[in-house]
Structure formats: C-alpha cells, structure tokens
C-alpha cells in the first residue's frame, strides 16, 4: 500500500496542476457520492445551520467535498503547493514560539508543513488507523522539516527548544477534555493546548485558512490569546467563538464529516404532537426519561397537522419506503403537512424526534430521516417497528419486534409532584387527615348501565368513609355525563366526609390528578381509562379500579396485565374486602426502558 501511495505521488508530481484540479475535484465528487459521508455532512451542517435551507446546506456539501478531494491531491505533491499560500495577520509574532491553533478546515496537512518550512515547528502525531497512511505521513512530515512528536515529553522538549508548536482544538476526544459550546452543541474540547501555553507562558495563535479559486489559500494568523488570568474554560470558549465565526463565513471550508458531534452532551428533542392531552403527555414523559442519561436535553414541541385527512393514509404509504437517512424527505414533508406545521419544522434540529399514536407515526419517520435523527415512538404506529429507533408498546398490545420495549399500561413520568401537592393543599386548604381520592370518567357502553352501577358504589363508599374516618376528594373528567355529574353533587355535595368536588367541566385545575394522588392514601378510578390507571398507579398508592360496565377486549387485555400491581372492585362493590396494595408500575417500566434509551442517543 506505501508503494502505491509513493507511486501515485510520484506521478502527481509530474502533472499539470490543470489535471490536478480536475483529479482533485473528482476525487472530492466520488467521497461525496458516497452516502454515508455525505449525509454525515448534511446532519452536522443542519446541526449547526438550522436555519439554511436544503439548497443552501446542498451546496455547502459539495463544495466541502470538492474542497477536501482537492486537499488529498495537495498533500501527495506538497512541494509544489507552496507558491500558491499567502500568510497574513499576526505572522510577524510566530517567530517568538508558541502554540498555534486549528481545527479540521482547509487542507490542514499542506498548512503544516508550510509553517514547518517557514518555522521551527513541530505537532504531536496520531497513529492513523492504516499503517501505510500513517507512514506516508510521518516521512511527508519530516521531509518537510517538521519534528514529529509521539508523546507528551517530546513535546515539552520541543516547547523548551523554542520550537513553534501546532494544536488542533476540534479533536473528537473525552479524557481530560472540558465541555464548551460549539455553535449550539456541548463539546468535548480538548485542554491541551491551553495548558502548555500556561504551563511555558506562551501564546496561543489561531490559525484560518481560505481557499481561493484552484490551489490558491490563504491563511491568516489571529490576535495571540493570552491565557494568563483566565481558565481553561473561558480560553477555549472564546477558541471556539472565534472558530464559530470563521465557519459562520467559510462553512464549506471545515471538514463536516469529522466525528466533532460525535460525543457532544446535549440533545435536542423534537415532540411531533396530535394535539391529543394523553398522547402528549406520553412523549413527555420519554423525553424526561432520557434527560435522565447523563445529557442536557432540550426539547421543543410541534404540533401536526395534514393538508387533509387521506394525506395521513399517504404518509403511511411514503414512511413505509423511506430508509433511515433521508434528506430528500422534507419534499414529502412539504407535500404532506399544512402551511403551519412546516413553518414550525423548518429551522430546527434534533437529534431525537418523539411521537404518540399511529396518526403521526409518519411524520416522525419522515422528519426524523430528513435530519438523520433517532426515532422514538409510543404505542403501535400503522407501519413496521424497524422503521423507527425505539417502538415503546403497552404490554397487552401484544406487539413484538426487536426494537420493541413492552411496558406495563401507558407510559408516565411522574414530575413536580411535590410542587402540584403543595399548590393543591393549599388550594383547598386541606389538612393531614386520611383521605381517599375518586377519579371519574364516562362510560364506554351503555349509560344507563354505568349510571346504575355508579350509584351503588357511591353508597358503599360513602358508608367506607364514615366507618374508617376518610375525607373525600372527589374529581370528575370532560368526558363525565351531566347526570353523573349532578348526582355526585346531590350526594356528595353537604356529605360530611366529603373535602373537596371538583367538577371538570366546570372548573378545573391542573394541579388535581397529581395533588389528589400524592394527598390520599387510596386512590379509586373507574375502569375504562387506562392512562389513568397507569399514571396513579405509577405514582405508587394503592390504586383501586372500578367497574361499573362490562369491559370491552383492548381494556380486558390491559388490566390483565396489571392485574398484580392493582385491585379490582366489582359489584356488590364491598371495599372492607380489598387488599389495598401499593404499585410499582413506574419502578418496572422505568427499570426496562433504561436498557433501551441508548438506541434515542
């Protein structure tokens, strides 16, 4: 393979630069037609540009590769590549020594070796993961004059010897690195360079370079940084300031597909919402999930709508063959979705895109494969799980696929509880007597049966509540009957035992569903919502479901999943019978979805 290289660079030597341009912009046109490069490079320029347009994104993609072919080409005939460099700005200064700084932009091995020919200078080398590459470059290097270092100690030597030394910040490690903001992203920044600048009272120069129309390139040296009075996170804060705004200009000019993202610490989150309470509250709760892995998570929620109804049955259509990289599918975006929903997606990134529900499923496929982010969806989409990252499934849906985490009901995260506790207690004024909590729905069959039935639980649980000494907080929902409603009030209304009647469609709260859980020592709730359930039952009381109608096959197949975390009361509706039990439905799911976050990350 090192034969090789030397043959062809022996070649190149020859050549007419004409015919190197043209050798060194098709090199460029075939890393670009490599898909995963190129994709690579358009998910980080999106990560950083949000704003531009895919034209605009497009663009800067091949002139990047066009430029990093013409790069290879020059660093195989770097002696005749140094007539066409220009060295401006503080030049004057580099021959007190230093610490020269860069990052993965222009053709940084030629600029090297052009200050090593100007300069005593050396830089530290990295083993390359091909032998004969590595090789190739050491002996280029050393040809060139530059001394190349092979550890730290060498370094130093070098420092003491007045040697110019040459740093890039931009290098994709971990150890000893500090977090500092890159455009918008928490990166791993490497320390190295400001610590032997303070260590030997040196500067640290940043270097830019910028091609010009062939071969051409400038590169400008900046203000010395002096580092004295500063920490390590301020100077390479400010590092990397002055890089954001060089790359804001010449962003063709850095090599976007470097693994500079790689290990960042933020994630943005986009939630795609159907503008259904339940739902929302699902991908709320995997979003506060994953902000409990060691990153800072932000998220932006997005609510979807169709141009019409059968463009939901086209999405499907469209998601089904989309593949997990596509930045061509903001075109179905465009041809699917309102004029609002666009305005709303255009101009953000995320690393991760959530959804609820099969509605928009889809949309969160296309979305998601437009930026190149991960993809996680709650309950059952119409399309195949593999499709997305991360499918979180009710347990009695009975799916399964690799990808697939079964949990038990609905998925919650329980936040600001104490906070929604401490609002509702001093709300209703409430004191620290026992108290049981009852949450209402609406029936699902007939009424006329629920209403029956209703009323004779209301007598049992009014004779439990005298006989054990329990205060009553009573919360109806919107979809409670009118005439549930004003009975609940003709018997509970004046009923000694009863602390507080909240009537949802009349007045409401936020704070009620999680005050009158964390308030109460037994929860009821009637059977047909099984959100509900999961939510109380999540926050670990014990939780009684009621039922006052035959259930139908979906909630069946549900509360027999979790029939070992709650009780179940039916008629004669004896409550003294119960084995009240505390649930640990969040603990279990919580447990099993932490395997499972890193395919979000």
């Given at each position: 393979?090192?034969?090789?290289?030397?043959?062809?660079?022996?070649?190149?030597?020859?050549?007419?630069?004409?015919?190197?341009?043209?050798?060194?912009?098709?090199?460029?046109?075939?890393?670009?037609?490599?898909?995963?490069?190129?994709?690579?490079a358009?998910?980080?320029?999106?990560s950083?540009?949000?704003?531009?347009?895919?034209?605009?994104?497009?663009?800067?993609?091949?002139?990047?590769f066009?430029?990093?072919?013409?790069?290879?080409?020059?660093?195989?005939?770097i002696?005749?590549?140094?007539?066409?460099?220009?060295?401006?700005?503080k030049?004057?200064?580099?021959?007190q020594?230093?610490?020269?700084?860069?990052?993965?932009?222009?053709?940084?091995?030629?600029?090297?070796?052009?200050?090593?020919?100007?300069?005593k200078?050396?830089?530290?080398?990295?083993?390359?993961?091909h032998?004969?590459?590595?090789?190739?470059?050491?002996?280029?290097?050393?040809a060139?004059?530059?001394?190349?270092?092979?550890?730290?100690?060498?370094?130093?030597?070098?420092?003491?010897?007045?040697?110019?030394?040459?740093?890039?910040?931009?290098?994709?490690?971990?150890?000893?690195?500090?977090?500092?903001?890159?455009?918008?992203?928490?990166?791993p920044?490497?320390?190295?360079?400001?610590?032997?600048?303070?260590?030997?009272?040196?500067?640290?120069?940043?270097?830019?370079?910028?091609?010009?129309?062939?071969?051409?390139?400038?590169?400008?040296?900046?203000?010395p940084?002096?580092?004295?009075g500063?920490?390590?996170?301020?100077?390479?804060?400010?590092?990397?300031?002055?890089?954001?705004?060089?790359?804001?200009?010449?962003?063709?000019?850095?090599?976007?597909?470097?693994?500079?993202?790689?290990?960042?610490?933020?994630?943005?989150?986009?939630?795609?919402?159907?503008?259904?309470?339940?739902?929302?509250?699902?991908?709320?709760?995997?979003?506060?999930?994953?902000?409990?892995?060691?990153?800072?998570?932000?998220?932006?929620?997005?609510?979807?709508?169709?141009?019409?109804?059968?463009?939901?049955?086209?999405?499907?259509?469209?998601a089904?063959?989309?593949?997990?990289?596509?930045p061509?599918?903001?075109?179905?975006?465009?041809?699917?979705?309102?004029?609002?929903?666009?305005?709303?997606?255009?101009?953000?990134?995320?690393?991760?895109?959530?959804?609820?529900?099969?509605?928009?499923?889809?949309?969160?496929?296309?979305?998601?494969?437009?930026?190149?982010?991960?993809?996680?969806?709650?309950?059952?989409?119409?399309?195949?799980l593999?499709?997305?990252?991360?499918?979180?499934?009710?347990?009695h849906?009975?799916?399964?696929?690799?990808?697939?985490?079964?949990?038990?009901?609905?998925?919650?995260?329980p936040?600001?509880?104490?906070?929604?506790?401490?609002?509702?207690?001093?709300f209703?004024?409430?004191?620290?007597?026992?108290?049981?909590?009852?949450?209402?729905?609406?029936?699902?069959?007939?009424?006329?049966?629920?209403?029956?039935?209703?009323?004779?639980?209301?007598?049992?649980?009014?004779?439990?509540?005298l006989?054990?000494?329990?205060?009553?907080?009573?919360?109806?929902?919107?979809?409670t009957?009118?005439?549930?409603?004003?009975?609940?009030e003709?018997?509970?209304k004046?009923f000694?035992?009863?602390?507080?009647m909240?009537?949802?469609?009349?007045?409401?709260?936020?704070?009620?569903?999680?005050?009158?859980?964390?308030?109460?020592?037994?929860?009821?709730?009637?059977?047909?919502?099984?959100?509900?359930?999961?939510?109380?039952?999540?926050?670990?009381k014990?939780?009684?479901?009621?039922?006052?109608?035959?259930?139908?096959?979906?909630?069946?197949?549900?509360?027999?999943?979790?029939?070992?975390?709650?009780?179940?009361l039916?008629?004669?509706?004896?409550?003294?019978?119960?084995?009240?039990?505390?649930?640990?439905?969040?603990?279990?799911?919580?447990?099993?979805l932490?395997?499972?976050?890193?395919?979000?990350t």
């Open positions: 393979m090192y034969i090789l290289i030397k043959c062809l660079q022996n070649i190149l030597l020859k050549t007419p630069e004409p015919l190197l341009l043209i050798f060194g912009r098709s090199i460029g046109f075939v890393f670009y037609c490599i898909g995963s490069r190129r994709r690579a358009f998910k980080n320029i999106k950083v540009f949000p704003k531009k347009t895919n034209k605009e994104i497009n663009a800067i993609v091949r002139r990047n066009s430029g990093f072919g013409l790069s290879l080409v020059e660093s195989l005939v002696p005749k590549m140094y007539k066409h460099i220009t060295l401006t700005g030049r004057d200064l580099l021959d020594g230093g610490i020269c700084v860069g990052i993965h932009a222009g053709s940084w091995e030629l600029i090297n070796c052009y200050f090593a020919k100007r300069y200078f050396a830089i530290m080398a990295q083993e390359q993961k032998s004969a590459l590595d090789d190739h470059l050491i002996k280029t290097r050393e060139e004059g530059m001394k190349v270092c092979f550890s730290l100690k060498e370094l130093v030597k070098s420092i003491k010897d007045k040697y110019l030394i040459g740093m890039v910040v931009d290098h994709g490690v971990r150890d000893d690195a500090l977090t500092v903001k890159f455009f918008s992203h928490l990166v920044t490497p320390r190295g360079a400001v610590y032997l600048a303070r260590k030997f009272k040196k500067k640290i120069f940043p270097c830019f370079s910028y091609r010009g129309k062939g071969f051409s390139f400038k590169v400008r040296v900046g203000e940084i002096d580092v004295e500063k920490t390590d996170a301020q100077v390479l804060t400010y590092i990397n300031y002055l890089y954001e705004e060089y790359l804001k200009k010449n962003p063709w000019e850095y090599y976007w597909c470097y693994k500079r993202f790689k290990y960042k610490i933020n994630r943005d989150v986009v939630i795609l919402s159907d503008s259904k309470v339940g739902h929302l509250k699902q991908s709320k709760a995997l979003a506060a999930f994953l902000s409990q892995e060691p990153y800072e998570v932000k998220t932006k929620i997005i609510d979807v709508n169709y141009k019409a109804p059968f463009m939901r049955t086209l999405a499907d259509i469209l089904f063959f989309t593949p997990r990289h596509c061509a599918s903001w075109f179905w975006l465009y041809f699917l979705l309102d004029k609002k929903t666009l305005n709303s997606l255009k101009g953000i990134y995320a690393d991760t895109v959530i959804s609820t529900g099969s509605m928009i499923a889809p949309v969160n496929k296309l979305f998601s494969a437009y930026l190149g982010a991960k993809s996680g969806v709650v309950l059952r989409p119409n399309i195949p593999r499709k997305f990252n991360l499918a979180i499934i009710p347990e849906d009975r799916v399964y696929a690799e990808n697939a985490l079964l949990i038990k009901g609905a998925l919650f995260y936040e600001n509880i104490n906070q929604r506790a401490k609002e509702c207690r001093d209703f004024k409430l004191d620290n007597t026992k108290k049981i909590a009852f949450f209402i729905g609406g029936p699902v069959g007939t009424e006329n049966e629920f209403f029956k039935n209703f009323k004779i639980f209301i007598k049992e649980l009014k004779s439990f509540a006989a054990n000494d329990y205060n009553l907080l009573i919360s109806t929902s919107r979809r009957p009118e005439k549930i409603e004003d009975y609940l003709s018997q509970l004046d000694s035992k009863t602390e507080v909240v009537i949802a469609n009349r007045d409401n709260y936020d704070f009620i569903f999680e005050g009158f859980n964390s308030l109460a020592d037994l929860v009821f709730v009637t059977s047909e919502s099984i959100s509900m359930i999961t939510e109380i039952a999540s926050m670990g014990p939780c009684i479901c009621t039922f006052f109608e035959p259930q139908d096959n979906k909630r069946e197949l549900f509360l027999n999943s979790i029939k070992d975390e709650i009780s179940f039916k008629q004669p509706y004896k409550i003294d019978a119960i084995n009240f039990k505390a649930a640990s439905i969040f603990e279990k799911n919580k447990q099993n932490s395997k499972y976050l890193g395919l979000l």
